[in-house]
């Protein structure tokens, strides 16, 4: 079994792929300077340290560590608009110092966050890999970031996958943002009984992974060696559009209350559909339906939030 670190630990999908690590048997130890992320996320088995990742002083946690899973981000597209100083000290200054703890503890690879935001520009749909327009202060500065993983490979000899989510969701996802994500948002609005905001018409269309097959991919691409140095899209390969994602929660739910509409957001893409033929290649699909996810979901948001 094998030693890996995540940064992120504490957060949505670090905490998620922290338990399958675990059940799989690996030595899990991570970080997080929990400013989104819950501590009480952490699971129980990870040798956990409050600690930033722009600090040099994480290089000693990388000692003997096979791979690295990097997820810690400032990842609001709105929080980055509105800061985009601290948004690319901590995606981008902070992803090269951990290319960089990594390659001097001699990681094996590094598996680390990109974002599907690099697409913003872009009107292919689905959409692959090499098709890129990001414009957001977000999609910007984790572009920027992962033009450091060709010199890490190129002079430190440090292996990488590029991962490119689309919209991840499931038990966990972070609802204490300033503008929590869509299914988040909902469920919890619905279930205290206020009002839901959708922004814009509700038209936009998304593609919706659920996180477990996120973390499928996850492993997948830590174990095989054909992903070496090359970027994934991860999505379901469908999309939804905002109204039909709410008409489906609100009538799990069982709710009769109509949501109020705001301005757009800014920076946001209209649509965002993934092409995974190069994921599935390698032998991933999706195997966790929309409706089903969202059940879990909102189980998870009844048990431990609300």
Same mark, same amino acid.
């Given at each position: 079994?094998?030693?890996?670190?995540?940064?992120?630990?504490?957060?949505?999908?670090?905490?998620?792929?922290?338990?399958?690590?675990?059940?799989?048997?690996?030595?899990?130890?991570?970080?997080?300077?929990?400013?989104?992320?819950?501590?009480?996320?952490?699971?129980?088995?990870?040798?956990?340290?409050?600690?930033?990742?722009?600090?040099?002083?994480?290089?000693?946690?990388?000692?003997?560590?096979?791979?690295?899973?990097?997820?810690?981000?400032?990842?609001?597209?709105?929080?980055?608009?509105? +800061?985009? @100083?601290?948004?690319? $000290? &901590? %995606?981008?200054?902070?992803?090269?110092?951990?290319?960089?703890?990594? *390659?001097?503890?001699?990681?094996?690879?590094?598996?680390?966050?990109?974002?599907?935001?690099?697409?913003?520009?872009?009107?292919?749909?689905?959409?692959?890999?090499?098709?890129?327009?990001?414009?957001?202060?977000?999609?910007?500065?984790?572009?920027?970031?992962?033009?450091?993983?060709?010199?890490?490979?190129?002079?430190?000899?440090?292996?990488?996958?590029?991962?490119?989510?689309?919209?991840?969701?499931?038990?966990?996802?972070?609802?204490?943002?300033?503008?929590?994500?869509?299914?988040?948002?909902?469920?919890?609005?619905?279930?205290?009984?206020?009002?839901?905001?959708?922004?814009?018409?509700?038209?936009?269309?998304? +593609?919706? @992974?659920?996180?477990? $097959? &996120? %973390?499928?991919?996850?492993?997948?691409?830590?174990?095989?060696?054909? *992903?070496?140095?090359?970027?994934?899209?991860?999505?379901?390969?469908?999309?939804?559009?905002?109204?039909?994602?709410?008409?489906?929660?609100?009538?799990?739910?069982?709710?009769?209350?109509?949501?109020?509409?705001?301005?757009?957001?800014?920076?946001?893409?209209?649509?965002?559909?993934?092409?995974?033929?190069?994921?599935?290649?390698?032998?991933?699909?999706?195997?966790?339906?929309?409706?089903?996810?969202?059940?879990?979901?909102?189980?998870?948001?009844?048990?431990?939030?609300?």
């Amino acid at each position: 079994m094998a030693k890996v670190f995540i940064t992120g630990v504490a957060g949505f999908i670090g905490s998620n792929l922290a338990v399958r690590l675990l059940e799989e048997g690996h030595e899990v130890v991570g970080i997080d300077d929990l400013s989104h992320g819950l501590q009480e996320q952490v699971p129980e088995g990870v040798s956990f340290v409050k600690q930033d990742i722009r600090s040099k002083d994480i290089y000693p946690l990388f000692k003997d560590v096979n791979y690295v899973f990097h997820l810690a981000a400032l990842s609001s597209i709105p929080d980055c608009q509105n +800061d985009p @100083v601290s948004a690319c $000290d &901590v %995606n981008t200054t902070g992803t090269v110092n951990v290319f960089e703890a990594s *390659a001097k503890a001699g990681v094996k690879k590094i598996i680390f966050a990109e974002t599907s935001a690099v697409y913003e520009g872009i009107k292919q749909f689905p959409t692959p890999e090499d098709a890129v327009e990001p414009h957001s202060v977000y999609a910007v500065g984790k572009m920027a970031a992962r033009l450091f993983a060709k010199p890490y490979k190129e002079f430190r000899n440090l292996d990488s996958v590029g991962v490119r989510y689309f919209n991840v969701y499931g038990p966990r996802q972070d609802y204490r943002r300033s503008i929590p994500p869509l299914m988040s948002a909902f469920i919890l609005a619905l279930l205290r009984g206020e009002t839901p905001v959708i922004y814009g018409d509700g038209e936009k269309r998304r +593609d919706f @992974v659920y996180v477990d $097959d &996120v %973390n499928d991919a996850h492993l997948l691409l830590m174990k095989d060696d054909r *992903a070496n140095n090359q970027i994934y899209n991860i999505g379901s390969g469908t999309n939804n559009s905002i109204n039909e994602i709410y008409k489906m929660i609100k009538g799990l739910l069982g709710a009769d209350v109509e949501p109020v509409h705001k301005n757009n957001l800014e920076a946001e893409a209209q649509i965002t559909l993934a092409d995974c033929s190069r994921l599935k290649s390698l032998g991933w699909h999706p195997k966790t339906n929309l409706e089903e996810g969202i059940k879990i979901q909102i189980d998870y948001i009844k048990k431990h939030v609300i």
